[in-house]
């Protein structure tokens, strides 16, 4: 059982539109990350969102947290090849070290 | 800061080969993650260590996974002897723990590892 569901799995669109990437989970969470993959290489923390309701921008990407902390989106305007990648969610359970890992979105932004 | 460091960067063995992977965290952080990237499973988490003392072990996936932190700046994880099905990206990751930073971790580039 996933507890963390990511949707969609995968998307693939042209560069210029917008989309939005969910992550959504029964459970609560003291925290919600974000991280982005490139092919070869880690994952890389995009962002950390705690306050329930809380927003947070990083230019093109806006991250917003569930109310109740369970849920979590992840969207991006005018999208550009350079966001191509494996975006990766991960929620922190109060004391508790372990993340609780999405299963990812593999984003493809075509030119 | 150079990141976390793993080595090799990739690594072709035959089966019932022993294979050892090696990570060095960022310096400072005082936790280490072990896990295992592959299409079907996603990223599995296998083992972390506290200061240098490993807290949670439950995700190796047999007798043949073993790792270990001598000390703060260097970890490994061990397969013997190694099997096609362990074939995947392990990446080490560390975390600075604090509460000014709860649980962000920072990942190496990875070994993507192909057993024969």
């Known amino acids: 059982t996933q507890l963390l569901e990511q949707s969609p799995q995968f998307l693939s669109i042209q560069e210029g539109e917008n989309l939005t990437v969910y992550c959504n989970s029964s459970?609560?969470?003291?925290?919600l990350q974000w991280y982005r993959q490139e092919p070869g290489e880690g994952p890389v923390l995009l962002v950390t969102?705690?306050?329930g309701g809380e927003v947070k921008k990083l230019k093109r990407l806006t991250f917003q947290f569930g109310d109740a902390r369970k849920d979590s989106s992840l969207h991006i305007t005018a999208a550009q090849t350079g966001d191509t990648g494996l975006y990766l969610c991960?929620?922190?359970?109060?004391?508790?070290?372990?993340?609780?890992w999405g299963a990812g979105t593999k984003l493809i932004i075509k030119p | 800061d150079a990141g976390v460091i793993q080595s090799p960067r990739h690594e072709v063995t035959e089966m019932g080969q022993e294979v050892t992977l090696r990570c060095k965290p960022i310096?400072?952080?005082?936790?280490l993650f072990w896990y295992r990237q592959t299409m079907m499973r996603g990223l599995e988490l296998l083992i972390y260590f506290n200061n240098n003392v490993p807290i949670d072990d439950s995700g190796m996936p047999e007798d043949r996974f073993s790792a270990k932190m001598p000390n703060a700046s260097f970890s490994t994880l061990k397969i013997q002897p190694s099997e096609p099905r362990d074939s995947a990206v392990y990446f080490c990751?560390?975390?600075?723990?604090?509460?000014?930073?709860?649980?962000?971790?920072?990942f190496g580039p990875g070994t993507r590892l192909t057993v024969t």
């Open positions: 310096s400072g952080h005082n936790s």
């Open positions: 969102v705690v306050t």
């Open positions: 990751a560390s975390s600075l723990g604090s509460r000014q930073e709860p649980y962000e971790q920072y």
């Open positions: 991960a929620g922190v359970r109060d004391s508790n070290y372990q993340l609780i």
């Open positions: 459970s609560v969470f003291s925290s």
